[in-house]
């Protein structure tokens, strides 16, 4: 589980070339550069898939940077990356400034994650309803023992509003109402990890990847929260890839890489490796999951 490797990179930058260092790129290369932008969920996975795709194809350098799903959109629309990596949809507002630079995006969907709710290793509470997240992100259930935990005041840990993973929470789980103001809004999902385990009161939300340690095994300092539709209902684990790909769990989305119109060779020639077999192999490796059938049918059709 390479993610575990690199928590705490909230701003990645690959510049690799078959092994060579930064300094050796050229300016030539670096004008050619493929520049990939957006979701800090999904960063270290396309690292790691542009490091593994630049060793088989050394003469197409790729730049990949985080910031958040907002900042990757609006490089599309400023025309300063070539993808934009996004953990949520795109909204109505970017398509307009889509349309008004004359961009029509193509999307192409290359994992699934299955979003998930931790909480401290202390913590007695095992499974929670999507209204109960929902409610105690709002900050309308304050303390533990409204849930079946301690009586002890609710420590929330979210991400900032630039985060694609902030608004799909909102919109899918709040019912787009605000977050609490008390909620701590962490850079990325690593700082989430590390203050739920600090904080024995503590509760966040981040990517089913970053749920691996180093050696790729699920970390035992955190508790993962089974989560179910509705109170009574069966729980599940966003770990359960039968579950996430049924529907079961239910805070699943998928995540996308986005171009302004069709993509150029190289990008496309990337793209296809990243949902292909080789790409799709470090989907699972990273601890996200794989895109069915009719996701990849959609992004072949894209690419052409």
């Not at 490089?75 to 990596?85: E, H, M, Q, R, S």
């Not at 949809?89 to 994992?111: C, D, G, L, V, W």
Request: glycine content about 12%; charged content about 20%.
């Amino acid at each position: 589980m390479r993610i575990g490797k690199v928590l705490g990179v909230g701003l990645v930058i690959v510049a690799l070339i078959a092994g060579a260092a930064v300094t050796s790129v050229t300016a030539a290369q670096r004008s050619k550069m493929i520049q990939i932008k957006g979701s800090d969920t999904m960063v270290n996975l396309v690292q790691i898939m542009a490091e593994e795709f630049m060793a088989k194809n050394p003469n197409i350098p790729i730049a990949v940077l985080g910031g958040g799903s907002g900042t990757g959109i609006v490089g599309l629309i400023n025309k300063t990356c070539d993808v934009a990596n996004h953990s949520r949809e795109i909204k109505k507002s970017e398509y307009e400034q889509m349309a008004a630079q004359n961009i029509t995006p193509r999307e192409f969907i290359i994992a699934v994650d299955g979003l998930s709710v931790i909480v401290n290793s202390k913590n007695p509470v095992k499974t929670l309803t999507m209204a109960d997240v929902g409610a105690i992100y709002r900050g309308d259930i304050k303390n533990w023992k409204d849930v079946g935990g301690p009586d002890k005041a609710i420590s929330l840990y979210g991400r900032q509003s630039n985060s694609g993973t902030y608004v799909f929470m909102q919109e899918f789980v709040l019912g787009n109402k605000n977050y609490s103001s008390e909620m701590k809004e962490m850079n990325g999902n690593a700082q989430i990890i590390e203050g739920v385990i600090k904080d024995e009161a503590g509760i966040g939300y981040v990517g089913v990847g970053y749920l691996f340690d180093a050696s790729g095994k699920v970390r035992s300092d955190l508790k993962i929260v089974e989560i179910n539709k509705e109170k009574g209902a069966p729980a599940f684990s966003p770990l359960d890839k039968k579950a996430v790909d049924s529907g079961d769990y239910p805070i699943a989305r998928p995540l996308y890489q986005s171009t302004a119109g069709k993509p150029s060779p190289d990008v496309a020639k990337f793209l296809q490796f990243v949902t292909g077999p080789e790409g799709q192999k470090i989907v699972e490796k990273e601890g996200f999951f794989t895109i069915g059938s009719g996701h990849k049918a959609q992004n072949d059709k894209n690419l052409k």
